[in-house]
């Protein structure tokens, strides 16, 4: 509606235009014999007399019609211009509000999964002797956001380490369609295990090594954008526990 606006105050001051410069082509009117006598009289009473600018402004608009008209056409030209501008402005202004909120809609409403703080641990031996122990991890994803998310692919796995790792291992579960996890609402569990085997026991408990929980939820907010949240925790030296881990490379959101 705006611009149609625009569209109609800039076809007035061209037809505005035209009007002035069809105007200045016509020819002056004809001086009649009693302004000739009327000029003659003005000039013998007082040839010294100087008029002053306004003065002068005055006879000439008052005496010519074509120039007193042309005076109010140019002041509301520039009236229609001034006010074209203004609205221009309050045009660009809206046009920037809008689009501030439209970008900032989807950040407020979309989905944020996170990894569910209630986690579910066990270490048991193996069933072959001698081979180690096995650590799983039980955890789910809880949605702290508005609007539900849509899971597309949970990357987890159990590890052990001797330095905190920079990227994840390909060991990812992908989602079947339709995975829908709802505002407020926490996804079930998901188990991550693997075997720890003796001389990896032996160097954790020397805490030459440690445990880890590391991974990455994928999925889609309303809006059809992917986002990714990942997650890394360390288990402490005695085994009561996960932890967040201190690397910022793995723990993340998007």
């Known amino acids: 509606m705006l611009k149609g606006a625009n569209i109609f105050l800039i076809a007035l001051e061209i037809a505005q235009a035209i009007i002035i410069a069809t105007i200045s082509l016509l020819p002056p009117p004809p001086i009649t014999v009693a302004q000739q006598e009327y000029a003659t009289e003005e000039k013998a009473a007082d040839k010294s007399k100087q008029s002053s600018p306004v003065e002068r402004l005055w006879n000439w608009t008052t005496n010519d019609a074509v120039a007193f008209y042309t005076l109010v056409l ?8 001034i006010s074209t501008i203004g609205l221009y402005q309050r ?10 909120a439209a970008e900032h809609i989807p950040r407020v409403e979309r989905a944020y999964l996170f ?4 986690l579910k641990h066990k270490q048991t031996a193996n069933a072959i002797p001698d081979t180690g122990d096995i650590v799983e991890v039980q955890f789910a994803f809880k949605n702290h956001g508005k609007t539900p998310a849509i899971l597309t692919k949970i990357e987890a796995e159990v590890r052990t380490v001797t330095t905190l790792p920079t990227e994840l291992r390909e060991r990812a579960i992908e989602m079947p369609p339709g995975l829908v996890i709802g505002s407020g609402e926490t996804t079930p569990y998901f ?3 693997n075997l720890i085997v003796p001389d990896d026991l032996a160097r954790i408990r020397r805490r030459e090594r440690t445990i880890l929980f590391v991974g990455a939820v994928e999925y889609l907010d309303i809006f059809g954008k992917p ?28």
């Open 191 to 193: 188990p991550a295990r």
């Open 115 to 118: 990894l569910s703080i209630e």
């Open 227 to 254: 986002h990714k949240t990942g997650f890394c925790l360390d288990r402490d030296p005695v085994g009561s526990g996960f932890g967040p881990s201190p690397t910022t490379i793995l723990n993340y959101y998007t």
């Open 74 to 81: 140019c002041f509301f030209t520039g009236t229609l211009a």
């Open 91 to 100: 045009t660009k202004d809206a046009a920037v509000s809008a689009r501030i």
